[in-house]
């Protein structure tokens, strides 16, 4: 099993940066894909940023593109911070083109999640 667990959010002012990180344990393969996703109360679960592990090929949501970049450690940093971009986040570890697409379907394991608040 893979265990994935959040950390770096908090509360910042619009226009901020924050960085997020995800730390897992359990086997992952270079054909895994990691994810970052959001959810906003009242709102459904939207993909932000993926990347292949062995691949490196990163996959951005529109409302998010040159202001976000998630790295090879699978960390996501996030500038110029807006506050729609309020929400718990997700880190996510999945497999195949519905992963690195950021559909929830191809994402077999879940963090707890880490609450940002953009004021």
């Known amino acids: 099993d893979v265990q994935l667990v959040e950390s770096g959010g908090g509360s910042v002012q619009a226009g901020g940066s924050l960085r997020l990180s995800c730390t897992h344990s359990?086997?992952?393969?270079?054909?895994?894909?990691m994810g970052w996703f959001r959810q906003a109360p009242g709102k459904e679960r939207e993909g932000v940023a993926s990347r292949g592990i062995g691949t490196g090929t990163t996959y951005y949501a529109d409302n998010v593109k040159g202001r976000f970049t998630i790295s090879p450690d699978k960390s996501l940093q996030m500038d110029n911070l807006k506050p729609e971009d309020s929400a718990m986040y997700y880190c996510?570890?999945?497999?195949?083109?519905?992963?690195?697409?950021?559909?929830?379907?191809?994402?077999?394991?879940w963090g707890q999640g880490t609450q940002v608040t953009v004021s």
């Open positions: 996510a570890a999945g497999r195949g083109v519905d992963a690195h697409l950021l559909r929830p379907s191809g994402y077999g394991y």
């Open positions: 359990g086997y992952t393969s270079s054909r895994h894909c």
